[in-house]
């Protein structure tokens, strides 16, 4: 495998380009907003300054990596000819359903067909294509370039040679693959965004405050981060999304989204990206404050 493409350039997408890119290989990264992609390439040189300030990689290997990612917004014959296909648009059944149709139609029948969904059921995902053998889930964490784990999830029509290719390559990314089976969430979901949901009704009910919260769970539990600064890492929407996914699949209470998260989602504070969730980062990510609306 040497040519890889990746759809969607937004928080997973750029880190994905970048973790192939600086292991050799061609890497195209498709975005349907410009705006994305002119972001998705300006991260990815900030992550990659930051490795030359730790004297990890020099100037010189910054801009190889770089000039291996090609950034387009148009399905091209680099795509077409892709030994696999990383897709890490928006979390929507819908979208994902779409672009795995077209990836099908576009691409050489070898080419194997990855997402990198959080909780959308990769048999779902596979009856979009007439290559259901070849689609398998490669959920990677965030921040791709530095997490080690990808959870490779195989559906009933994955086949192992499938996930035999998926293992190696992600072993190729110096990255641990550990296989899961189709369900909804899957591993890590179905068990971190109960908490997540947890730590916001604990919010919403005004037990303790954000900053609170989060210290409970870092000191008490040894979390390297509190709850609900990491969904702002996540994306409060994609939080959402996964929790209706795990609602829809489960029919169980424990999953039903907590109101204060679809405010938040609503008014389009998303955590990082937007600068604004349940913290405050239009000082940085580093300068996170309490959003004002959670000051008691
Ligand atoms: N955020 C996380 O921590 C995290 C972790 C693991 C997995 N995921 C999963 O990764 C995927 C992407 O999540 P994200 O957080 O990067 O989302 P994001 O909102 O940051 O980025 C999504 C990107 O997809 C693009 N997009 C939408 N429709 C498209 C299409 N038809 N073709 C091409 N691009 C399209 C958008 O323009 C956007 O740039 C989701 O499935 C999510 O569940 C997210």
């Given at each position: 495998m040497k040519n890889i493409s990746v759809i969607g350039s937004g928080t997973m997408g750029n880190g994905i380009a970048h973790s192939f890119a600086q292991m050799g290989y061609n890497v195209t990264l498709l975005d349907i907003s410009l705006q994305n992609l002119t972001k998705?390439?300006?991260t990815i040189s900030n992550n990659l300054d930051r490795m030359i300030k730790r004297e990890k990689i020099s100037e010189n290997e910054k801009k190889e990596v770089l000039n291996r990612i090609m950034f387009v917004?148009?399905?091209?014959?680099?795509?077409e000819n892709s030994d696999l296909v990383v897709e890490a648009a928006t979390e929507s059944k819908k979208i994902k359903l779409e672009i795995f149709n077209k990836l099908d139609k576009v691409c050489k029948p070898e080419t194997i067909l990855a997402s990198n969904t959080s909780s959308i059921s990769i048999e779902d995902i596979a009856n979009s294509t007439n290559r259901k053998d070849k689609v398998i889930g490669m959920h990677f964490m965030n921040?791709?370039?530095?997490?080690?784990?990808?959870?490779?999830?195989?559906?009933?029509?994955?086949?192992?040679?499938?996930?035999?290719k998926t293992f190696d390559l992600s072993k190729k990314l110096n990255k641990i693959p550990v296989l899961v089976n189709?369900?909804?969430?899957?591993?890590?979901?179905?068990?971190?965004?109960?908490?997540?949901?947890?730590?916001?009704?604990?919010?919403?009910?005004?037990?303790?405050?954000?900053d609170e919260i989060d210290t409970v769970m870092i000191l008490g539990m040894s979390h390297p981060m509190g709850p609900l600064h990491l969904a702002d890492f996540i994306g409060l929407d994609v939080c959402l999304s996964i929790l209706e996914v795990l609602h829809d699949g489960f029919k169980k209470e424990k999953y039903k989204p907590n109101?204060?998260?679809k405010e938040l989602v609503n008014a389009g504070d998303?955590?990082?990206?937007?600068k604004k969730g349940f913290y405050?980062?239009?000082?940085?990510?580093?300068n996170k404050f309490i959003n004002k609306r959670f000051i008691i």
């Open positions: 998705a390439k300006e917004n148009e399905f091209n014959d680099k795509i921040p791709v370039p530095l997490m080690k784990l990808v959870e490779v999830i195989k559906s009933k029509f994955t086949c192992e040679e499938t996930i035999k189709d369900s909804p969430g899957f591993v890590a979901n179905r068990i971190l965004m109960p908490m997540i949901n947890e730590a916001i009704h604990t919010l919403d009910e005004g037990v303790s405050g954000v109101r204060l998260l998303l955590g990082v990206k937007t405050d980062y239009s000082k940085g990510v580093k």
